[in-house]
């Protein structure tokens, strides 16, 4: 079965860095290291969106992600550090995040009826 999250983050208000960190997200300077760990969570699609300063996140994760999990390997691999390390230059934590929390997971708030 498949799991949709929706997650936000805000980002530095300043259209150099913005532009940057979107060049960062091209499939010309996405790091491949980073791409692998997120396949290997159980993350089958990932798209992020933005709007001003702020991103919006959605992800389609198979029966074996759970956040715990990806969280600890993320932290076990220099490569996805150093990348969420180079990103925090570029991203703020929403007004309302917990204490070391960036991405905020949204809540579902409307369905289209089938």
Known sequence: MVK???????????????????RYHTPEKSWPEV???????????????DTGNRLFMIMDVDENFFFEAKASADS???K???????MRKYQLP???????EKWVLMEEVYR???
């Open 4 to 22: 949709r999250y929706c997650m936000a983050v805000d980002m530095q208000d300043d259209p150099a860095l913005i532009e940057e960190y979107k």
């Open 35 to 49: 791409t692998e760990s997120i396949k290997q969570a159980g993350i089958l699609d990932m798209q992020i969106y």
């Open 76 to 78: 076990a691999n220099p």
């Open 80 to 86: 996805v550090v150093e990348w969420e390390t180079l």
């Open 94 to 100: 929403l007004p309302w995040a917990k204490p070391g």
């Open 112 to 114: 289209l009826p089938q």
